[in-house]
């Protein structure tokens, strides 16, 4: 199960961490992928942590790299999205999936409800 | 980036009406792509992967085909909970891109 929490309300050009909560299974053996939904608006890949085997290494969306950073803290099996310089149309629901150790594992498991962040003065 | 366009990005059907969805990629990602279903005000569903592979759970009559740079998403008889978003996904190369979506409402 993945659980995001800390999205709200921020100013144009400021920060935001996004946490993401991990249970029922190993968070350095998988994976983890954050994708956005614009109110209203398609599906966009936001970034990817990979796992230890991988030295947990990370790839971005073009739209959010240099300013998004995914990182992950085994102790407390979370993952973050620290997202700096925001803008409005970072506004968007965002959502972390895991990706199942399989070819095409990517979020095979049930979306969790996201958090909400909205980039407004 | 990989760019998939989709088409059409909106369409009206009849229940029992066959449906198809097309995906263009803009270069060759051979059958790196996966197709997901969003009903209104709900999160996205995962229908198929790899192109052509059913998921777990899904309704046969939802199918995928392609490879390449042409994929298309299938639906062969609507059903009434059928109406809903569809999306396809790349997964060859990153970043990761989706299509824009094709909205299928009821005609």
């Known amino acids: 199960q993945l659980v995001e929490s800390g999205g709200g309300l921020v100013k144009p050009g400021g920060s935001l961490r996004l946490a993401c909560a991990v249970s029922?299974?190993?968070?350095?053996?998988?994976?983890i992928d954050w994708v956005r939904q614009a109110p209203g608006k398609g599906l966009e890949w936001v970034g990817r942590?990979?796992?230890?085997?991988?030295?947990?290494?990370?790839e971005y969306a073009t739209s959010v790299r240099g300013r998004f950073i995914i990182s992950r803290d085994a102790s407390v099996s979370s993952v973050y999205l620290q997202m700096n310089s925001l803008q409005p149309e970072d506004t968007a629901v965002y959502y972390c999936?895991?990706?199942?150790?399989?070819?095409?594992?990517?979020?095979?498991?049930?979306w969790g409800q996201g958090t909400l962040v909205t980039v407004s003065s | 980036d990989i760019q998939m366009t989709q088409s059409p990005s909106a369409m009206s059907a009849s229940v029992g009406d066959r449906v198809t969805i097309t995906c263009r990629a803009s270069?060759?990602?051979?059958?790196?792509v996966i197709w997901f279903q969003q009903k209104a005000g709900k999160v996205p569903k995962r229908l198929i992967y790899?192109?052509?592979s059913l998921q777990s759970g899904v309704p046969s009559r939802f199918s995928g085909s392609g490879s390449g740079t042409e994929f298309t998403l299938t639906i062969s008889s609507l059903q009434p909970e059928d109406f809903a978003t569809y999306y396809c996904?790349?997964?060859?190369?990153?970043?990761?891109?989706f299509g824009q979506g094709t909205k299928l409402e009821i005609k």
């Open positions: 999936l895991r990706v199942a150790k399989v070819d095409f594992g990517e979020w095979v498991d049930p």
């Open positions: 029922g299974f190993s968070l350095s053996d998988h994976f």
């Open positions: 942590t990979r796992n230890r085997l991988y030295d947990y290494t990370t």
């Open positions: 270069q060759g990602i051979n059958n790196r």
């Open positions: 790899g192109a052509t």
């Open positions: 996904l790349q997964v060859s190369s990153y970043p990761y891109t």
